[in-house]
C-alpha cells in the first residue's frame, strides 16, 4: 500500500572533495586481489546490514575511531541481498577514520571480507550514523511502487547508501537504486529509485525514476 506525498526526490549533494575525489576511488570486485588477507568476523546474513557488523569489526581493528560514510554495491538480488555465488556480487563498506584521515574499504562477498587502505579527507564527511534502512527494506519499497526484477542474463541491479538527503527527509540516509538492462546491441536501459526510512514522514518512503516520492505501508 502506498500514499503519494509531495517530496522532491532531487539528492541534496555534499561535495565530492569530502569523500576522497571521484568514483574512480570507488571499490570494486577488482580491487580485492590487491587486499589485505582477511580478518574473519562471522556475517549474519547477505543484506548491507547482515554484512555490517563484521566489516565494522574489521574497520575499527585498523582505526577505533573508523565511521561508516558510504556502502555501495553491485549485482543485487531482488531481494536485497548479495548472491554467495557471484563473484561479482558484493557489498562494499567505506569507512573513515575523522582523526588521521585514512579510508578503511572492506568489501563483503562469496561469504568473505576484504579490506584495503586508503586517504579520505575528513573535514565536512558526512558520516550514516548508527541507523539506517537495511537493504532488504529498501528494495521491497521500492518495489512497492512498481519497480520490477531486471530481466535475467543481461539485466541487473546496483545499490548504493549515503549521507545524501531528499528535500522533506533531512538527515536520513538515502538509498539509490540503479536498475540496469543492458542487452547486446541494444540500448542500456537504466532507472533510477530511491528508498530510505524518512522521519517526517513515519516511516518507509520510496521515489520513482519520475521523481514522485510515496509513503509505503507495509
Known amino acids: 500500500m502506498k500514499a503519494r506525498i509531495g517530496l522532491l526526490a532531487v539528492l541534496l549533494a555534499f ?3 569530502a569523500c576522497g575525489g571521484d568514483d574512480d ?12 588477507p582477511p580478518d574473519v568476523p562471522v556475517a549474519t546474513g ?7 557488523a563484521g566489516a565494522r569489526a574489521i574497520a575499527q581493528g585498523e582505526h577505533a575511531d573508523a565511521v561508516l560514510f558510504e556502502i555501495t554495491s553491485d549485482r543485487i538480488l531482488a531481494n536485497g541481498e548479495v548472491d554467495p555465488d557471484v563473484l561479482q556480487s558484493f557489498w562494499s563498506y567505506s569507512f573513515a577514520s575523522l582523526s588521521t584521515g585514512v579510508r578503511v574499504n572492506v568489501i563483503f562477498l562469496q561469504d568473505m571480507y576484504q579490506r584495503s587502505l586508503s586517504t579520505v579527507n575528513p573535514e565536512g564527511l558526512k558520516t550514516l550514523g548508527a541507523t539506517w534502512m537495511d537493504s532488504d527494506d529498501a528494495m521491497a519499497a521500492a518495489q512497492s511502487i512498481g519497480m520490477t526484477t531486471p530481466p535475467a542474463g543481461t539485466g541487473k541491479i546496483a545499490m ?10 533531512a538527515g536520513d540516509p538515502v538509498w539509490e537504486i540503479d536498475w540496469i538492462d543492458a542487452p547486446p546491441a541494444e540500448p542500456v536501459e537504466i532507472q533510477h529509485w530511491i528508498a530510505l526510512n524518512c522521519t517526517s514522514a513515519g516511516g518507509p518512503v520510496a521515489c520513482d525514476p519520475a521523481g514522485d516520492c510515496f509513503v509505503v505501508t507495509p
Open 160 to 169: 548504493k547508501l549515503t549521507p545524501n538527503e531528499i528535500q522533506g527527509c
Open 46 to 52: 547477505f543484506t548491507a546490514a547482515g554484512g555490517f
Open 15 to 17: 561535495p565530492a572533495a
Open 25 to 36: 576511488d570507488e571499490a570494486d570486485a577488482g580491487d580485492i586481489a590487491d587486499a589485505g
